[in-house]
């Protein structure tokens, strides 16, 4: 039996894009994205935030970081990654993150953070500013 590795977020950002290279020159973008789950307190329904660190390799990785800002919505699929690291306490952390296969873009990109500029280079880029964008 195969194991299955899969994850599907839909939520917005909490930050704008980090984007960095590896010594060897690879582009890698980190973002944190909060997913609200509803659940039941009482009589009323709330909504509980989940936060997750995604992390977005190349090519790929780069377009995020050049269109995406604080408070987009975005859509993430990818697979889970479990690391372990030392402190400089000497303490073992470890944190299981979204490895992203894909960042679909959610959103006109005008009022969710993307100033109209982006949303006039993705139209002179042939997509329409009212699609979903994914790269």
Do not use: H
């Not at 995020?64 to 952390?93: H, N, T």
């Amino acid at each position: 039996m195969n194991n299955i590795n899969r994850v599907v977020i839909t939520g917005n950002l909490t930050a704008d894009p980090d984007l960095r290279s590896t010594p060897s020159g690879t582009a890698v973008c980190s973002l944190r994205v909060a997913c609200n789950t509803r659940r039941k307190d009482g009589e009323e329904w709330v909504d509980k935030p989940n936060y997750f660190n995604v992390t977005v390799w190349g090519g790929q990785g780069e377009n995020v970081a050049r269109y995406l800002s604080k408070g987009r919505p975005v859509a993430i699929d990818g697979r889970l990654e479990w690391r372990e690291w030392e402190a400089q306490d000497g303490s073992k952390r470890q944190a299981v993150d979204i490895i992203a296969d894909s960042v679909q873009f959610l959103g006109s990109g005008n009022g969710n953070g993307a100033s109209s500029e982006d949303s006039g280079e993705l139209v002179a880029a042939g997509v329409g500013a009212e699609e979903d964008i994914q790269f």
